[in-house]
């Protein structure tokens, strides 16, 4: 045989490098397809976690006349005997989000809830009094439902009681809008938090889901499909100047976890004092508003300007990572997504039950 013929052939080192670029430009090319089709899933899975919140709080008004949920409650009557801090809707759900055990775990409402806000049963050997923690019934639940699995707010409460592991939710309850958000609209059902600076902002009486109340589910004035009943607070917040690279996770349970309601008494709460609410937030900002210059602290701004800070977050604005908006369930358990554009007028007429004021698509 020739050796012509016995010549072996291969690639050279010219030709592997070219194969290696192309193959390097075909990953380049598919990664962004990659993420939007992730990023697709997640936002259709956080829509379907608020369309089963959606069926559930429906669940919930079937079994009690019609009555939705407060948005946040202390532990007296009716729905709980001892005072002090109490539930939030989150709680008052989980018999119809398939989690009963858990809710029978909590039972009986006879102590509150106590600072730094942890919910559960008081174990057996605890004292008998207000203010112990109890996070023997929570630590290390997770709830899938109610977190969005694209969020950056991280999982767990940056506070814990003897080092429990509390989760936060990324869903929240509308409980109305601040006067002068909606053109020629102003709603008395207002209350001035007046406790410590880290606790300041507002809430209202005036949303689907609010303090202390029972707002009836079949009667809405404005019609079930125009009210918004929950949205989402999945993103972090920038604060400081344009140029800040400072992000915070705010949201209305970042501070103490998905279950903590209300201490106050009142709709809206009309006892001075102590009125945080962590069950629902007040339309004030756009959606996905996320920089706010005039905050510099990591502990944020309390006061009725903007009720944004870690240990309250009454108006947090509606913020996702999905891109362009965010979902929101209405009152018909339908989940629609709200675009960045929709103006602030737009979404506070949506967020009062009772305004009488006409919706443009």
């Not at 203010?131 to 109610?146: E, I, P, Q, R, T």
């Not at 069950?279 to 005039?294: C, H, L, M, R, Y």
């Not at 944020?300 to 240990?311: D, H, L, R």
């Amino acid at each position: 045989m020739s050796k012509s013929l016995r010549r072996r052939y291969g690639f050279t080192l010219i030709e592997l490098l070219v194969v290696i670029a192309i193959i390097a430009i075909l990953i380049g090319l598919l990664l962004p397809a990659v993420q939007k089709v992730r990023q697709a899933a997640a936002r259709a899975q956080c829509s379907n976690n608020m369309k089963q919140i959606g069926l559930a709080m429906h669940n919930y008004a079937d079994s009690k006349q019609g009555l939705l949920p407060p948005s946040g409650a202390p532990n007296s009557a009716p729905y709980g005997t001892g005072g002090g801090w109490g539930f939030s809707w989150r709680v008052w759900l989980l018999p119809f989000m398939e989690q009963e055990p858990l809710f029978r775990q909590l039972e009986p409402f006879t102590r509150g809830v106590g600072s730094p806000g942890w919910t559960g049963r008081l174990p057996a050997v605890a004292p008998a009094t207000t203010g112990v923690a109890c996070s023997d019934v929570l630590n290390n639940v997770k709830l899938s439902g109610y977190r969005c699995p694209s969020s950056n707010i991280p999982e767990r409460c940056t506070t814990g009681a003897n080092g429990a592991w509390i989760q936060t939710s990324d869903y929240v309850g509308i409980s109305g809008v601040e006067n002068g958000t909606i053109t020629g609209w102003n709603d008395s059902r207002r209350f001035q938090n007046t406790g410590t600076a880290c606790c300041g902002g507002v809430q209202f009486g005036g949303g689907i889901l609010v303090p202390n109340g029972t707002v009836k589910l079949a009667s809405l004035p404005d019609g079930t499909s125009n009210t918004i009943l929950i949205s989402e607070q999945s993103d972090s917040l920038r604060i400081g100047p344009a140029t800040s690279t400072l992000t915070v996770g705010w949201n209305a349970t970042s501070n103490h976890g998905w279950a903590i309601g209300q201490n106050n008494v009142g709709v809206p709460p009309a006892s001075p004092g102590d009125g945080r609410g962590f069950g629902s937030t007040v339309i004030k900002f756009g959606i996905n508003v996320k920089q706010f210059p005039a905050i510099t602290g990591t502990t944020g701004n309390c006061s009725p300007t903007f009720g944004i800070c870690a240990n309250s977050s009454s108006m947090v604005p509606l913020n996702s990572t999905h891109g362009g908006g965010v979902n929101a369930c209405f009152g018909d358990g339908s989940v629609r997504f709200l675009s960045d554009s929709t103006t602030l007028d737009t979404l506070g007429r949506l967020s009062v039950r009772d305004d009488g004021l006409p919706v443009s698509n």
